[in-house]
């Protein structure tokens, strides 16, 4: 006699009586309850949820960065995954229109039961901000206190290891670090890219000089051209750039930065449309957690002004100090500043397209 199949249940596989009953009103147990709280809660618990997917994609792509090999089909992967992420953070940015609905004094009736709880205390989006390398050097703090004084037990300790193991961003230089485009036999990248840049100054030049300006004119841009010849030779200086990673004004090796550079520039090249699209979706994250802080410090200014945080903060002073202080991948965004036009791009050698391939050997352990 067969077995009856079992039947899932639609309840049941998603856990909807646990998730369903679990937003409990702090004002209603006070006596008094607030109808906007569940709102509040609702929007914060769905917040918890969309992290945990972030955290599961990062987790994934961190680990075929850390793998022995890392081939064009899982930079794909990588690529699709990171995309999801951008979408992701897209919607949690778009629920903040959700909780402007409510109105200050709406918030007011419920937001001294809330101490001393604060977003602060998100312990998934810690974790989201270590992984991707915002670790505790680079943060801005308040109170004098380490940000991971506000867990305990297994929580902090997770943390802690976050902060001892390697990030997106750390992983992601030595990706650019190992890939051999810089030393390719027959073709110096930063040689090439070095007279191409020049080239393109002294026919600017040329052409400033036979403009119709007057000769007070012709002087101002001239000198614009030559620092910004300064600019592309500082840049191409491996010693001036170790001088700016040692001062904090840049992150990102010299080798990594040059190997960005040859992405960006070579992008159109077949075999380096998926690790273009790779950087690309580095600096849209950054910049997408930068647009969901800001629109988080609008909405604070709006709905508290000058008031402290719950959780002790200084409220929007904090946030806002965190908007670009706390971005990470800021030197990926700076390549745009390196660019040349395509009509100045030094071909590619016909041995080199040919040979590019992305099998690289992972020398991290």
Known sequence: MSEKPSSLHYINYLSLDKVLDAQNLVSKEKGKEAHEEMLFIIIHQTYELWFKQILHELDSAMALFKAEKI???????????????????????????????????????????????????????????????????????????????????EKKEEILDLEDNPSLFFLVEKWLERIPFLSMEGFNFTKKYEEAVNEMLEKEIKGIKVANLTDEDKALRIRMIDENRKYFERVLSEKEHNKAIASGETKLSYKATMSALLINLYRDQPILHLPYKFLRSLVELDHKIATWRFRHVQMVEKMLGQKIGTGGSSGQGYLKQTVDKHKLFTDLANIATLMISRSYLPSLPKNIKETLSFNHSNSHK
């Open 71 to 153: 081939d064009e089909s899982n930079i794909g992967v990588i690529v699709s995954r990171m995309d999801r992420v951008n979408k992701i953070m897209t919607t949690l940015v778009g629920q903040l229109d959700i909780l402007e609905t409510m109105t200050s004094l709406d918030f007011l009736e419920f937001r001294d039961h809330l101490s001393p709880a604060s977003g602060f205390q998100s312990h998934q989006f810690r974790k989201l901000e270590v992984m991707l390398g915002l670790k505790i050097e680079k943060r801005h703090q308040f109170g004098g206190c380490p940000y991971h004084s506000q867990f305990e037990g």
